[in-house]
């Protein structure tokens, strides 16, 4: 049973930053793609950044429009642990973020639709 656990979140001004902690297992699959999502109160869950974690290597990442230049998703060198650095934040990134993984390439997507496996999610409330 694969099991996705977020830390990291918590209440930050604009313009500061934030790491967010997925530690995952329970994996039996050599590939499998990873991602970040968020939902805000009142809207739709949406893709924040995705990465593709082979046996042997790790594809370019995805990010969403609103976050491209701002948030870096990455794999810690423990091969369990994925990472979002969240930096120049604004109110508008407030929302519950959620680790989630699937089987195989990620397919530049950003579709939480796509995605089997996720966490309980972690809060990340940004005041201005």
């Known amino acids: 049973q694969v099991q996705l656990v977020e830390s990291g979140g918590g209440s930050v001004q604009a313009g500061g930053s934030l790491r967010l902690s997925c530690a995952a297992s329970g994996y039996t699959y050599s590939t499998y793609c990873m991602g970040w999502f968020r939902q805000a109160p009142g809207k739709e869950r949406e893709g924040v950044a995705t990465?593709?974690?082979?046996?042997?290597?790790?594809?370019?990442?995805t990010y969403g429009d609103s976050v491209k230049g701002r948030f870096t998703i990455s794999r810690g060198n423990a091969k369990n642990t994925l990472y979002l650095q969240m930096d120049s934040l604004t109110p508008e990134d407030t929302g519950m973020y959620y680790c989630?993984?699937?089987?195989?390439?990620?397919?530049?997507?950003?579709?939480?639709?796509?995605?089997?496996?996720w966490g309980q999610g972690t809060q990340v409330t940004v005041s201005s």
């Open positions: 990465i593709y974690i082979g046996a042997t290597s790790i594809g370019s990442p």
């Open positions: 989630a993984a699937k089987r195989g390439v990620c397919a530049l997507t950003l579709d939480p639709v796509n995605f089997n496996y």
